[in-house]
């Protein structure tokens, strides 16, 4: 067994750097600016209630794809994880592959919001907002964008409205809400829905996002505080490490009869793999889904598990299925280098290749 080598010298110094890291930390931490949501420009084009519907501006030199793009973002948290800095943004990426680029940003829904349901989020506002764009391009089709949950609405809207979808994009998106080592969904299997719905109305976004954090304890609410003091003599890094605390803490509250019927319908009953979920007296059938699908998984995804949506694969009536495997987690797959070098670069390639 070799001995411990500490040697006074090493030690007084990595003592003496710690602390001048933790005073210029200090300074940087009170000096840093007003953390921004979203660093691209955009403009609101439709409002409907909590709901904006923002068109990103196209760069200068590059010319739109006729087909226009609508990102649908989950429920649980903001959607300006996809635009988080100027060199990490998936919107600002897939703007220069030549997409037109439209977000809907579902707001902070309040108690007046407890009574809206799956079916007025699917056939009611993403329909909405789909026919906007349709009209304001004078197309009949869209292309579409769906991140996690809003990947899952992505599908029930398609399946239900396949006529108004050119090309169908899912990002770490849940399908088969039962594979084996899923944690979130082994602990919601037990949970009386009903009795939190009827006795809270609205589910607090902050019970949900301390839920999705004991996932990893110790990496997401201890070590990365550890591991911060490395950047804090950094002001640009510093800032960066804010905007990720803004956003990982900034969760909406759920809309309680949404919430309600999402739970039941795919994490206990896994409505996808045995069908059953009826929104507006119809059946979700993912057979209905004829459009050409691009699949993208994080291999290292804590929340989404790569087998809980590969399961998409021979689930829907498209003959043009594609999957992505992307070697990292999922929130790496938006922030990191090297989705912002390989991940993005491909969803664009792929959506001009499918241009109507």
Excluded at 43 to 48: A, F, G, Q, S
Excluded at 170 to 188: E, I, R
Aim: charged share 25%; net charge negative; with cysteine.
């Amino acid at each position: 067994m070799m001995p411990i080598d500490i040697r006074p010298d090493k030690l007084t110094q990595e003592m003496l750097d710690y602390s001048r890291k933790l005073g210029q930390g200090m300074e940087n931490l009170l000096n840093a600016e007003k953390i921004d949501t979203g660093v691209s420009p955009k403009e609101p084009v439709y409002t409907e209630d909590k709901l904006v519907l923002y068109r990103y501006d196209t760069p200068e030199g590059v010319t739109p794809d006729p087909v226009p793009l609508l990102i649908v973002y989950a429920l649980v948290n903001r959607p300006y994880m996809t635009d988080i800095q100027e060199d990490r943004s998936t919107i600002k990426g897939l703007l220069a592959t030549g997409q037109d680029v439209y977000l809907i940003d579902w707001g902070y829904p309040d108690q007046a919001d407890r009574a809206i349901t799956l079916d007025d989020y699917i056939n009611g506002y993403i329909d909405r907002c789909v026919d906007h764009i349709r009209e304001a391009h004078g197309v009949e089709k869209i292309n579409i964008l769906g991140i996690c949950q809003g990947g899952a609405f992505s599908l029930m809207y398609t399946s239900m409205h396949q006529d108004k979808v050119n090309s169908l994009v899912t990002m770490v998106t849940p399908v088969d809400f039962k594979t084996p080592d899923n944690l979130l969904s082994a602990w919601v299997q037990n949970v009386d829905i009903d009795l939190a719905v009827d006795t809270m109305g609205n589910i607090p976004g902050e019970l949900l996002n301390w839920t999705f954090l004991s996932l990893k304890p110790f990496s997401l609410t201890g070590q990365k505080y550890v591991n911060m003091v490395d950047v804090l003599d950094d002001p640009d890094k510093v800032k960066n490490f804010l905007r990720m605390e803004k956003w990982i803490f900034d969760s909406p509250d759920q809309a309680g009869e949404t919430f309600r019927q999402f739970i039941k319908d795919f994490y206990q009953r896994n409505g996808f793999i045995n069908g059953g979920v009826m929104l507006a007296g119809q059946e979700v059938d993912l057979k209905n889904v004829t459009c050409p699908v691009l699949n993208i998984y994080a291999m290292q995804d804590h929340l989404v598990p790569p087998d809980a949506s590969k399961a998409l694969k021979g689930l829907t009536g498209s003959s043009d299925y594609t999957e992505l495997a992307f070697p990292g987690g999922h929130i790496g797959i938006y922030v990191s280098g090297k989705a912002q070098k390989e991940v993005t670069p491909a969803i664009g390639k792929w959506l001009n290749a499918h241009s109507a």
